[in-house]
Every structure is written in structure tokens, then in C-alpha cells.
């Protein structure tokens, strides 16, 4: 089987954790995101995987060296002049998504959930349309796509991108399966599979959808990120409880890497995730946060919704809320207060931020 990630973009939503890593590299659950979806396409059997990228950083390469090895699967990178949007790069990639008639899988790159591949599939099959897209209801349907079926059937009526009145709260979860002949659609010119081709297959009753069963989120921003990393260790509870943590200090779902060591005195949780070799001192407190690999967080630190970059450190008695974020390499002396401050990589920050600005 094949498969096409959308891995362009420039992740500026996901700043500042961006400016040091391709948005596909930046880590979720202490794994890079791509891997979550790289893995949930092995699994299922996909052999040869497009990563559709508009610009090929070294450290993408190289790390899908491993990933290649890892998983058993071979990755192509598939290389844009301009930025080709959500349809043209699968038709650049015809190549390989044409070299048999099996459909082929297209994901985007930022979406996190259970991945049900093989029901749509199946499911695919069955309807014998030219797409399925998978679908999610969701409170705020406005920044996503939005699709209607046909009454009590799979088949969708309308698709409308980003509608700007309410059409309906079901939406494109940004995973497909797609028969080839959907190639005969595309050009590799800069055009958006959910703008063009999608209601063009649904005017012709070709486009259905399979309900995503479980969670699923876009963590290509902050908020979203953090609240994707509360539903995805909640998930982890139900199918995995063993790789959550547990000891006295822990509240709720913790994910803690193996090399990170806590202190004494601690509460940590619920909806926390600390990377390998982070140190958290005595008496910390961390809620809805995510503390990436290196980061030093001192004594009496109290951490809520907020995300602390790679090799960050955090002074004691400090105070971060209300979705900080901190770039790589960032210091935050002692008994600072952060109450949103989005902080670019490399600065020291030694004064309070008292309302939500960007730290440049
Ligand atoms: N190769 C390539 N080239 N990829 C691109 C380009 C491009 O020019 N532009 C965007 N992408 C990739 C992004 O990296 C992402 O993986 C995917 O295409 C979707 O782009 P986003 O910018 O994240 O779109 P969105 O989140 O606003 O909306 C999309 O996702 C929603 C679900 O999260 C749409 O597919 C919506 O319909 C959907 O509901
Ligand atoms: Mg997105």
C-alpha cells in the first residue's frame, strides 16, 4: 500500500517551537509528530510513504533515515519549486501513488487520533466511490473543512472549506483514501484538494466519509497542541495504561520518558509529558504542560498549560501559565511570572510578562 503526508507549510502557527524544527519533527508525546502517523501507516501495511515537502531540511532527511529502518517502509521525499497547497503535490507525486491501481492514503501532517486505516479501507471498497475521507464532529466547525451527507447515508452532499456561516459541525479530519483515478483530477499546480476536488468528486456522489471513532485533534498550534496532549494520553490510558506513569506524586495521565528524573515534594499532572532527560527539582507543580528533552525546571516552579521547549530552563519559585510557549535554549530566571508569553529560542528572560505577548 502507499501513502502521501502533506509535511509543507511553514508551521508558523506552531511558533516558536518551529524555528528550530520542521513542524513534522517537533515532538508530540515524546515522539516526533510524523512518527505517529508513519507508524499508525506501517502498521497497517504501507510500504511506500511521499513525504510532500516544499523545502528539504538536513535534519528531516536524516531522521528518516531511522524511521525508514525502524518501521521497515520506504520514505520519498517529493520536493515542490512553490508551495503546490493540498492537491497539486499528489499529483507531483503520481509517480509512485500511480505505480499500481490500489488507492492510496493522503494525510495531513498535523492531525493526531487513532488512525483507523483498515476500516476505511474496507470501507472504500465497499462504496466503490472515488473517496473517503474520514470525519469528526467538533464544537467551532468554522476553521475546518465541513461536509454534509446525504440523508442517513455515507455519501457527502456538500463539502465547503472554512465556511463562513454554519453549514454543519461535522468535519474533515485530514485523512484520506483515495482510488487513482482521483490523479486524473490534479495537476501538480498550486491548488487545495478541499477547495476544488473535493466538491467536485461529492457533485458526482463519489466522495463518502467513514465517522472517526475516539479522539482526534489539529495540533498545529498551542492551545490545540495541549488539548490534543490531554486527549491522546487520555487514549493511552484506555489501550496502553502501562506506558503512563504512576507513583504518589502523579495526578491523572503523565507520560514521563524514561531518562527524566522528578524530585521530591512534587505534583505532576494531569495532561503532562516530560521528554527524556528532564530534571524537575523539589516541591514543582505541572498541569496541562508539556516540558521537552533537556529542560531543567528548579524547585517550587509551577507550570499550567504551557509548553517549555527543548534545552530550556526554568528558575525557581518561576510561574507559567495561560499558554506559554518557550523556543529551544530559552532561561527564564527565577521567581518570574509568564502568563501567555510566547518566547523565541535562545533569549533569557529575567523580568515578568504579565498580559500575553511575543518575546523576541
Ligand atoms: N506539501 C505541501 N505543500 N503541504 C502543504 C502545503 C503545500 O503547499 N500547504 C499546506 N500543506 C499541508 C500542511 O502541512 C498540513 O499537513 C496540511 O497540508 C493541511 O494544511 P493546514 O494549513 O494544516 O490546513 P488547516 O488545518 O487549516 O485545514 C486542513 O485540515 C483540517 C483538519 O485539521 C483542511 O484539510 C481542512 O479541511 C481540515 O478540516
Ligand atoms: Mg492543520
Not at 528550530?20 to 510524523?34: C, G, H, R, T
Not at 470525519?135 to 456538500?158: F, I, L
Not at 471513532?213 to 484506555?238: A, C, H, N
Amino acid at each position: 500500500m502507499k501513502a502521501l503526508i502533506l509535511v509543507g507549510g511553514f508551521g508558523t502557527r506552531l511558533r516558536p517551537l518551529t524555528f528550530s524544527k520542521p513542524k513534522p519533527l517537533v515532538d508530540f508525546a515524546n515522539q516526533p509528530m510524523i512518527l505517529h502517523q508513519i507508524e499508525a501507516l506501517a502498521k497497517v501495511g504501507v510500504t511506500d510513504i511521499v513525504l510532500a515537502v516544499n523545502y528539504q531540511p538536513r535534519t528531516m532527511v536524516d531522521a528518516m533515515q531511522e524511521v525508514e529502518a525502524k518501521f521497515n517502509v520506504k520514505i520519498h521525499f517529493s520536493i515542490e519549486s512553490e508551495p503546490l497547497g493540498t492537491a497539486g503535490p499528489i499529483a507531483l507525486a503520481k509517480g509512485i501513488l500511480a505505480k499500481d491501481d490500489s488507492p492510496f492514503f493522503v494525510l495531513n501532517s498535523d492531525v493526531i487520533c487513532d488512525f483507523p486505516l483498515l476500516e476505511m479501507a474496507a470501507m472504500h471498497k465497499e462504496h466503490g466511490g472515488e473517496a473517503t475521507i474520514l470525519v469528526t464532529k467538533v464544537a467551532d466547525p468554522s476553521k475546518y473543512g465541513v461536509v454534509v451527507n446525504k440523508e442517513g447515508s455515507s455519501q457527502v452532499e456538500r463539502f465547503v472549506e472554512k465556511p463562513t456561516v454554519f453549514v454543519s459541525d461535522k468535519i474533515n479530519a485530514g485523512i484520506y483514501i483515495l482510488s487513482t483515478s482521483v490523479l486524473d483530477r490534479i495537476k501538480p499546480v498550486p491548488s487545495s484538494i478541499e477547495k476544488e476536488i473535493f466538491p467536485a468528486i461529492a457533485s458526482e456522489g463519489l466522495l463518502h466519509t467513514l465517522d472517526l471513532p475516539g479522539f482526534w485533534m489539529d495540533v498545529g498550534q498551542p492551545k490545540d497542541y495541549l488539548i490534543g496532549t490531554g486527549l491522546y494520553l487520555e487514549s493511552l490510558r484506555q489501550k496502553a495504561p502501562t506506558t503512563l506513569h504512576a507513583s504518589d506524586e502523579i495526578v491523572g495521565n503523565v507520560l514521563v520518558a524514561p531518562s527524566a528524573k522528578i524530585g521530591s515534594k512534587c505534583k505532576i499532572g494531569p495532561n503532562v509529558v516530560l521528554g527524556p532527560n528532564v530534571v524537575i527539582g523539589d516541591g514543582v507543580r505541572l498541569s496541562n504542560a508539556v516540558v521537552m528533552e533537556g529542560c531543567t525546571i528548579g524547585d517550587n516552579v509551577l507550570i499550567s498549560d504551557s509548553i517549555i521547549g527543548w534545552h530550556s530552563t526554568v528558575g525557581k519559585w518561576a510561574r507559567l501559565e495561560n499558554v506559554s510557549v518557550l523556543g529551544e535554549d530559552v532561561h527564564i530566571a527565577a521567581e518570574v511570572f509568564a502568563n501567555g508569553a510566547c518566547v523565541l529560542p535562545h533569549k533569557s528572560i529575567a523580568a515578568s510578562i504579565l498580559a500575553p505577548k511575543i518575546v523576541m
